[in-house]
């Protein structure tokens, strides 16, 4: 069947009025050094306190007669950026005089209160640790690449949340991040002298950014770095394209780099499969271009696409071309690299996690399970021309101890058993199809090479079909079940 050919389409999001919903509370950074903050208690939990208020640069007065071994610690060992002054006694009304900020940790509700009340007439913001009730303020989970700085709040309703959010969030910055982050202090200055307001300034912190999230540590002169990242910026025509992985559906599959690669894109030139979910990690400006290619459906000419590429990447533009799966594993990244280093256009590719990969995954089934198949083979279901592919070494795939997967094969199923059982495979070798992998559409097919026809009819062609043949998946029928969740399981005893 001749697809039939469609132009490339803009996608536009459908936005809402611009209007901030509901916050359980406003979060700011206050600036701190220097500044005096009042705090009663000498405990371990005081103690903490007053090292992050030393963190942010402080003068931490600390009115306490006694302090925990942690706080005499602290005190000795003293704070880089702040102060600590030790009042050996209980706080006083005099004790609020020029200060900012009013922290204690009380014993009691009454102590609480107390505290509270006389820091309000002071009209200073109030924390008791522990007490909600009793705080105009409090501390949430903290992200420290300073001078960038991340808060974590959850309302004080649920604090081991926003620790998970933090450690999440932990892993998607690396740690040299605080030195570039320095070094963009260091140049800022040079930005604005040298650049134009737009999308010069826009370029040189996107390359910036590029270099800050690599891993690299920052260089400690930046003279050089600055006059490359400011000519390279200057360069209209500069553009570039990078081939991106979405992965088979959730968008939980995505990789750190190709959600950096979305938030840095001009234009992403994205297909069919991809989920919406994907898109919705990729920079609000960026223009999206419906540019989907699917077999015996309406779709949009490889050379438009092509053409595509290479106008907006000359027009200066940071190109994303958004593939489902991975680029390189039948999704023509190949064909697509050799044409932009043709066009001299700079390419680069972001590997997404493959069809295959994801469904070993979620089938729970390792397709090189040592006890039976010692390789795996990726191959197409069909050809260029609409049939089976010639090309393929079709006796070499009856290897009992090779898993074969076919991607795009769910219209040749039926030639595919057939020619596979030609070649020496019994026709109750088993065999699994799953259709829409990784998406809330996702079904599944076990049977054998024998029934694979009229299983994969079952499954339906409104998503990828991907069949896979080999040992591996004999008695396995179990593992393609959804593993049961319910609430009941988190009852004890």
């Keep these: 069947m001749t697809p039939i050919s469609r132009k490339p389409v803009e996608v536009t999001r459908q936005r809402t009025p611009a209007r901030v ?3 359980a509370s406003l979060p700011l950074f206050f600036p701190l050094k220097g500044r005096k903050v009042v705090l009663a208690g000498g405990s371990d939990a005081a103690a903490w306190k007053a090292e992050l208020l030393g963190a942010a640069g402080a003068e931490v007065h600390v009115f306490a007669p006694d302090l925990d071994p942690a706080f005499e610690t602290l005190l000795e060992t003293g704070s880089e950026n702040g102060r600590f002054l030790w009042h ?23 102590e609480a209160q107390a505290f509270a009340c006389a820091a309000r007439a002071h009209g200073l913001p109030v924390n008791v640790i522990d007490k909600p009730a009793f705080c105009d303020f409090q501390f949430g989970s903290i992200v420290n ?10 309302n004080g309703v649920a604090p081991i949340v926003g620790q998970a ?5 932990e892993t998607l910055l690396p740690e040299s991040l605080q030195g570039w982050a320095q070094l963009a202090g260091r140049l800022r200055e040079k930005t604005l002298a040298y650049l134009q307001a737009g999308p010069e300034r826009r370029r040189f912190w996107e390359r910036f950014s590029d270099l800050a999230f690599s891993g690299r540590a920052a260089p400690e002169d930046e003279t050089g770095l600055a006059e490359t990242l400011v000519e390279d910026a200057k360069s209209a025509g500069n553009g570039r394209v990078t081939l991106v992985g979405a992965g088979p559906g959730d ?12 938030q840095a894109a001009d234009v992403i030139l994205f297909d069919d499969l991809v989920d919406d979910a994907v898109l919705e990690l990729a920079r609000r400006e960026a223009k999206r271009m419906l540019v989907g290619k699917r077999g015996g459906r309406e779709s949009c000419r490889q050379e438009d696409i092509n053409r595509m590429m290479v106008t907006l990447a000359r027009q200066g533009k940071h190109v994303v071309r958004l593939k489902s799966g991975d680029p390189m594993i039948f999704g023509r990244g190949g064909e697509e690299l050799e044409l932009l280093a043709l066009a001299g256009i700079p390419a680069t590719v972001v590997p997404g996690i493959t069809a295959a990969s994801a469904m070993a995954a979620r089938l729970g089934i ?3 399970h040592r006890d039976q198949a010692q390789s795996v083979r990726f191959v197409t279901g069909h050809s260029r021309h609409g049939d089976l592919p010639e090309t393929v070494d079709w006796q070499g795939l009856s290897d009992p101890a090779t898993t074969t997967v076919f991607y795009m094969g769910a219209r040749m199923a039926g030639r595919i058993r057939d020619r596979l059982i030609a070649e020496g495979f019994s026709g109750q070798t088993p065999a699994v199809a799953v259709s829409g992998i990784a998406t809330p559409d996702e079904t599944r097919w076990h049977g054998t090479l024998a029934t694979l026809e009229d299983g994969v009819t079952g499954l339906g062609l409104q998503r990828p079909v991907l069949i896979a043949v080999g040992r591996v998946f004999e008695g396995r029928e179990g593992a393609t079940q959804e ?9 004890f005893g």
Excluded: C, H, Q
């Excluded at 959010?165 to 969030?169: G, K, P, V």
């Design 483 to 491: 593993f049961p969740f319910s609430l009941e399981m988190l009852k």
């Design 251 to 262: 968008a939980e599959y995505l990789t750190l780099k190709a959600v950096r690669a979305l």
């Design 366 to 368: 390792s397709l090189t």
């Design 21 to 23: 919903g509901t916050l």
């Design 165 to 169: 959010i933090r450690r999440r969030i």
């Design 88 to 110: 050996r006694r209980p706080w006083a009304e005099d004790s609020f005089d020029g200060a900012i900020l009013a922290i204690a940790d009380a014993e009691t509700d009454g």
């Design 145 to 154: 690449r300073s001078p960038v700085v991340i808060g974590i709040s959850t």
